[in-house]
């Protein structure tokens, strides 16, 4: 896992860093939403580098007819990102309790493998856009949480990481789909918004962009100052790419920037 050399320190990252340290140590299950675009994955992946193997992160695709993927298809994405790390088989079944047993013994023969003692086990998996998951996985990982047995005693912890959807989206009775039960098991969940990012994040952002002009840098701090729906590090970086197009491989003036962000 190479780390990202652009990596900029925000409070948001600082905030997911804490929360997915503390969860892995305390073998609690984390919840955290906000918006896209704020820095969460590579929070994420910032967090993961110095672990290694004790952690598996799990971007959930978009599910088919904007149905939550099922217990038995969130238990196939954990044994799929196992199988690319640990080679172990994946049954052909759809019984979700089958295939979370092939999860735990991948799960334990590869930390044998590496040496751990089970006093040392720490593994979190981590689920990014997991509101693409239904009620019923969340409720499944939860069980599995719950029900540690004899031969896997050692808890492995399930972070959730989601949009604003996720935070929000509701059941068939109008009911949060994540549950009490979940909550209950969970640090309290961490939400965050747009102006968890300050100015001084967005410019340090711009500079690791590779933009130093100073008249530049105004440019885009002016123009995400009393918008905070334009505190969005994937926005911010299509508009530079923008401006790059317009210099044709000059430098970045404010003028090019100014036309760029649409700005008069």
């Not at 038995?72 to 799929?80: R, T, V």
């Not at 994946?90 to 930390?111: C, G, Q, V």
């Not at 004899?150 to 399930?158: A, D, I, L, S």
């Not at 969940?189 to 690791?208: C, G, H, K, N, Q």
Request: hydrophobic share 35%; glycine share 6%.
């Amino acid at each position: 896992m190479a780390e990202n050399s652009e990596y900029v320190r925000t409070t948001v990252g600082m905030m997911i860093h804490s929360e997915l340290e503390l969860a892995h140590q305390t073998r609690w299950n984390c919840i955290i939403s906000g918006p896209p675009g704020i820095g969460k994955t590579t929070a994420i992946e910032k967090w993961r580098f110095p672990y290694g193997d004790q952690t598996l992160l799990i971007t959930v695709p978009e599910p088919n007819r904007g149905k939550g993927h099922s217990p038995a298809q969130a238990m196939l994405l954990i044994l799929e990102a196992i199988y690319g790390k640990y080679s172990c088989s994946i049954p052909r079944t759809s019984d979700s309790i089958i295939l979370r047993n092939a999860a735990e013994h991948a799960i334990d023969r590869a930390f044998r493998e590496q040496g751990y003692h089970r006093a040392d086990w720490r593994f979190t998996i981590v689920f990014d856009e997991a509101q693409g998951l239904s009620e019923s996985a969340l409720n499944a990982l939860r069980h599995w949480w719950d029900n540690a047995d004899q031969f896997f005693p050692e808890k492995v912890v399930f972070v959730f990481v989601g949009n604003d959807e996720f935070s929000m989206k509701v059941n068939s009775k109008g009911k949060s789909i994540i549950s009490n039960a979940l909550k209950s098991r969970s640090l309290h969940p961490l939400t965050l918004t747009r102006a968890d990012l300050s100015l001084e994040e967005v410019e340090a952002f711009i500079r690791a962009k590779g933009i130093e002009e100073k008249a530049v840098i105004r440019e885009f701090v002016d123009y995400v100052k009393g918008n905070d729906d334009r505190r969005d590090f994937r926005t911010l970086t299509q508009l530079l790419d923008r401006c790059r197009t317009y210099t044709s491989g000059g430098p970045v003036t404010s003028d090019i920037a100014r036309r760029a962000l649409k700005r008069r």
